[in-house]
């Protein structure tokens, strides 16, 4: 396929003929793509359709067709995604009809050859064919009144092309080896023995390695010589020269040096050098130490290494200045049998993500006013001859505004009951034995409670000649005087509520008046629309990585923030069918258990919730042979039922005879021979009793005592429980609605508040919250890496991350919108990634921000930090500490990566592009100067063509 991830195509134009008329229908084909691999046949109808009917077959040939749709004016557009082979294309096909008549079929075949991990175009729209200027038949004044002013930016995506191979050898320098040190992190690696990788490679650098003595390269200088020589400043300016053809590259590489490429790589100690240079690349990358200098450093030789390789080897690969300064700026690429490292902490369900979507161009729309122009008829005025009318008009707007103010004043006054009723005004006159206590007690302290009401005292005495008694009593005495002044406390809690009531009333009054008393002939006056018409165009900007996040319930923080400025702690409730937390969801009473309803109750503060009937419960009964055939009854609760039982028994003499022991319908019969005395034998219940429940015993000449006790059950779907769970799921129903009622209540009033502001204020303080949101969502990652929490890493965050993340992004580009729930990265039914609002100066309201379940951004990225970023991301975390330009790449994002070289040798044009017209109506009205209907000779039939 071609180069270009976007191809239009003009297909066919002709005539709009007379539907009076009779035509014959029109037919044609054309192909498409690379080789002509996609047909297009089409056949415009004649006049049973005025010739605006299109019907195609698209498809590889005329048997195997994908479509065959009709475009209409009503449905002038059609599109699909087509797979052949293992490519993946949208195909839109536009009919248009112009103003002068004519119409047309356009076609655009949007492509990619990646994997479709890489390329959704499913979720790409049908690119927008710029309008073109109409022609005027009668061209106004192009004088300019107003400078070009931003209208709107708009991201439009880009389609991901795959490297070439020639691509690939000059862009990307493979790192990968078959020596000991990285076969064992392989092995490692599909064991995901995370530790165990951490370990092997920290065995790697250090300086009496068991394992790899003397691999490690701690400095390139210590190498013999020329490997020797790829050491920082010589190898930075070597790849920052800017050679134009091979030649040059040679001769700075050979100075660099001091041999030739092929000479170099014929040193016999090379292969074990460059593996040493790829192994302790890698155990760095793995152990991911603060050593960003190093790795630059290892990483700028492997890329001279990978310079001199092109050079000795393939130099027909390096025949341009372009591909020249390509190979310069190549990127290590980590091998994915060994990279990433997955964090010992994983992220909980539900917590908000980001990852890369693709590159995406940044389209300025600006317009600027060329000229006025009357529009359509906005009002006709009729005055016969000899009549005179007067219209008056009156416009009223009247604007009323409100303001209520809370003042709260707590005035705490104490006030002391004596002990035996004495009241007295004010602490002040109380007396206060605690100065004279002091030479006999100990350490008497008093301490109130946060509560207020009550009051602890300690300390100890010292009996003294006046006995410890009358001390002991007035000491009783004082605190019961001190308890029952703190008990006395009255907090008094004044609000005034002041409404101040404001009204505007702006009136415009019009009086016309029309006087054709003395006039010849009728008065006709035409009123007439003004409209603007305004020059528009596109201005690119340049292509940017595109980051998506998805932030679960965006305003929680600003919510905390807010509940803690108003002195509350109030969050949104979590519905009870929605789980969460640790509890299952309750989607109705049979999900109330024994086990969930307590920390339900405790979720939405349900103080009336009553705990469940006990699951068993234990009925006895004992029975003597005095008197004797002994009986008796068992009240089983109710609500339950027996469902086992057990007879106790002992008895008297030498020959005692067998007992028969009847309880409801169970029988038992112990024998003495078989049964010793005392005993207990099982009773089991062929079903089971609930009610009264007999108890008999049976026998003759025998002495004997028996204790008989049945278990009780609650059956889940017993009357008394199911009566329990209907009576629990209404009262935590009607505690969450409570909370909830209570939560928007609070939050209308955070809203009313809001929204008094500014919209730009409003707008500002979304994008502040989702813009500290997505922060905390990038920072996540690292944190996730030592749950210990080191000192150092606060200042990774302070210092490297958050700065980081403030240059890497385009903020002031940011898009989002907000939806009910929260959808995870592998839903199906994630929304397309461009149909997003552009909310940089409208957006939805306050409310729709406080409430919804979850925000997605589109944020782009600064060209210069997205191998860092992309780095960051892949690796779950480890922050890159080197030049920003040597980061090095992991596989999964060798598609974005070779994008964002290709987009190095796309220059911006620097201007914008064809303009063109755009109408915009008005509110102004003009009186044409004579009473004549406007005539449009442009919208007449055009000719047959």
């Known amino acids: 396929m071609v180069e270009s991830g976007i191809k239009s195509a003009f ?146 995506p880009r389609g991901l092309h795959p490297p070439t191979l020639a691509q690939w050898a000059r862009r990307f320098a493979e790192i990968d080896n078959n020596g000991a040190f990285q076969s064992a992190l392989r092995g490692l690696f599909e064991q995901k023995a995370w530790p165990a990788m951490e370990a092997e490679s920290q065995d790697f650098i250090a300086p009496e390695s068991k394992k790899y003595p003397g691999q490690y390269v701690r400095r390139i200088a210590d190498l013999p010589a020329p490997m020797g020589r790829l050491e920082r400043a010589p190898v930075s300016l070597f790849l920052a020269s800017r050679p134009t053809d091979l030649e040059e590259l040679k001769a700075k590489l050979e100075q660099l040096l001091s041999m030739s490429a092929i000479n170099f790589l014929a040193q016999p100690d090379y292969a074990s050098q460059l593996g040493r240079l790829q192994d302790s690349l890698i155990a760095q990358l793995i152990l991911a130490e603060n050593n960003g200098p190093q790795e630059s450093a290892l990483i700028q030789a492997l890329i001279v290494c990978h310079i001199a390789a092109l050079v000795a080897q393939t130099p027909e690969l390096l025949s341009t200045p372009e591909e020249v300064q390509e190979s310069l700026a190549a990127s290590a690429l980590l091998p994915a049998t060994i990279f990433p490292l997955a964090p010992p902490n994983s992220a909980p369900e539900g917590a908000s993500y980001a990852r890369p979507l693709g590159f995406a161009d940044i389209q300025i729309i600006k317009q600027h006013l060329l000229r006025y122009r009357l529009g359509e008829i906005a009002h006709v005025e009729n005055v016969m001859r000899g009549e005179t009318k007067e219209r008056n008009e009156r416009h009223s707007r009247r604007i009323e505004s409100r303001e209520r103010e809370i003042v709260q004043e707590t005035d705490s006054q104490d006030r002391e009951q004596g002990y035996k009723g004495r009241s007295q005004a004010s602490s002040e006159t109380v007396d206060t034995p605690l100065d004279s206590l002091k030479r006999e007690f100990d350490n008497l302290q008093e301490q109130y409670a946060s509560d207020g009401l009550s009051v602890t005292m300690s300390g100890s005495w010292t009996d003294s000649l006046s006995g410890p008694a009358q001390l002991s009593e007035s000491a009783s005495d004082y605190a019961r005087r001190l308890l029952d002044r703190a008990a006395a406390r009255v907090a008094r809690r004044t609000e005034s509520e002041r409404l101040r009531r404001s009204v505007e009333e702006f009136v415009e009054q019009n009086l016309r008046r029309f006087d054709n008393a003395t006039g010849n002939g009728h008065v006709v006056g035409v009123y007439r629309w003004i409209d603007e018409i305004h020059a528009a165009s596109l201005e690119n900007r340049g292509s940017r990585l595109v980051l998506e996040f998805v932030i679960p319930s965006p305003s929680a923080d600003y919510v905390r923030h807010n509940n803690l400025l108003h002195g509350l702690n109030l969050d949104a409730p979590i519905p009870p069918w929605k789980g969460g937390e640790g509890i299952a969801p309750i989607l109705s009473a049979a999900d109330i258990s024994r086990s969930n309803y307590a920390a339900l109750a405790a979720r939405y503060n349900a103080t009336a919730v009553e705990t469940p009937p006990p699951e068993s419960l234990l009925a006895s009964v004992s029975l003597q042979s005095d008197p004797p055939h002994p009986l008796a009854r068992l009240d089983i609760p109710e609500g339950y039922q027996t469902v086992s039982g057990s007879v106790g028994y002992c008895w008297s003499g030498t020959a005692p005879q067998p007992l028969d022991v009847l309880v409801g319908n169970a029988v038992l019969k112990i024998d003495p021979v078989q049964s010793p005395s005392p005993g207990s034998l099982p009773l089991s219940f062929p079903q089971p009793n609930q009610g009264s429940v007999p108890v008999s015993v049976l026998s003759t000449e025998t002495g004997y005592a028996i204790n008989v006790t049945l278990v009780c059950a609650c059956p889940d779907d017993g009357a008394l429980f199911q009566r329990w769970r209907m009576a629990t799921y209404q009262i935590i129903m009607a505690a969450y609605q409570a909370r909830k009622e209570e939560y928007l209540l609070v939050m209308e009033r955070f809203s009313a508040e809001y929204e008094r502001e500014a919209s730009d204020s409003r707008r500002e303080t979304e994008r502040t919250a989702l813009r500290q949101a997505a922060t905390e969502c ?52 994630r929304p397309a990634w461009l149909t997003m609002a552009q909310a940089r100066e409208r957006g939805p309201g306050f409310s729709e921000f406080l409430g919804a379940g979850a925000a997605r951004l589109l944020v782009p990225v600064q060209p210069g930090m997205v191998l860092s970023l992309l780095f960051y991301l892949a690796s779950h975390g480890r922050f890159w500490y080197g030049a920003a330009s040597l980061a090095p790449v992991h596989e999964t994002n060798w598609f974005l990566a070779n994008e964002l070289k290709s987009l190095l040798h796309e220059p911006l044009s620097g201007h914008p592009e064809k303009s063109w017209e755009m109408e915009v109506a008005t509110s102004l009205l003009m009186l044409q100067e004579d009473g004549c209907l406007p005539d449009y000779p442009g919208n007449e039939q055009g000719k047959e063509a």
């Open 11 to 156: 297909m066919r134009n002709w005539q709009v003929c007379s539907p009076c008329g009779h035509k014959t229908p029109v037919t044609g084909e054309k192909t498409l793509g690379e080789e002509g691999w996609l047909r297009i046949a089409w056949t415009i109808a004649g006049a049973e359709e005025a010739c605006l009917g299109a019907r195609l077959i698209i498809g590889p040939d005329e048997k195997g067709a994908i479509g065959s749709p009709v475009l209409t004016p009503m449905n002038p557009e059609w599109s699909k995604v087509y797979h052949q082979d293992e490519r993946l294309a949208e195909l839109i096909v536009v009919l248009k009809v112009a103003d002068d008549g004519t119409a047309g079929l356009e076609t655009s075949l949007v492509h990619a050859d990646a994997p479709e991990e890489h390329a959704i175009l499913a979720n790409y729209p049908a690119p927008p064919i710029p309008p073109t200027p109409h022609s005027d038949p009668t061209p106004a004044d192009v004088v300019i009144y107003a400078s070009p002013k931003e209208f709107a930016s708009f991201a439009y």
């Open 778 to 829: 990038l920072i996540a990652p690292f944190l996730a890496w030592d749950t210990t929490a080191p000192a150092w890493h606060q200042d990774t965050v302070n210092f490297n991350l958050i700065p980081f993340f403030r240059r890497a992004f385009d903020w002031g580009e940011m898009t989002y919108t907000f939806h009910d729930s929260f959808f995870s990265a592998s839903d199906t039914n």
